[in-house]
């Protein structure tokens, strides 16, 4: 997963020029009460900063964990497999309700800078892309 996403990170950087400046791999930061961290990828552009987490087997705690990196950079992307999370995602109405209550992120996953990449890792695609409420159920603020 790690490889994928930097090699879209490099497809986005020839795409856009000089959008991305700089791609950072394994970029070390402080984070509250002494300890230290890091990003998985830090991009750096003229229009801000932005992190990236891959993360393979993703749960509701390992997300809430890592979203204390969101307060050092403008943008703060989760790269997810497609798959992972399947009872937090929204579903298309199709006519007929669903009988399961949906499952909902707490009101901090609702920020416009927090964003998720959903990867298929067969296909070597990622199959959605955008802000992580749109995404996934998250309760309001």
């Known amino acids: 997963m790690h490889s994928l996403t930097l090699k879209e990170l490099k497809r986005i950087q020839a795409i856009q020029g000089t959008a991305i400046e700089r791609i950072e791999k394994e970029k070390p930061t402080p984070l509250p009460e ?5 990003y998985d990828f830090l991009t750096r552009s003229k229009s801000g900063t932005v992190g990236f987490e ?12 890592k979203l ?10 989760f790269v997810i497999p497609f798959n992972a999370l399947g009872i937090y995602r929204k579903r298309k109405k199709r006519g ?4 399961a209550r949906p499952k909902y992120f707490p009101k901090e996953f609702h920020d416009l800078g927090l ?10 695609k990622f199959t959605k892309k955008g802000a992580f409420h749109r995404i996934f159920n998250v309760k309001e603020k």
């Open 68 to 77: 204390r990196y969101r307060a050092l950079v403008d943008k703060y992307v």
């Open 54 to 65: 891959v993360m393979t087997r993703p749960t509701k705690g390992k997300l809430k964990e």
């Open 96 to 99: 007929y309700s669903v009988k």
């Open 34 to 38: 002494n300890r230290v961290g890091s």
């Open 115 to 124: 964003r998720a990449w959903l990867l298929d890792t067969t296909n070597e």
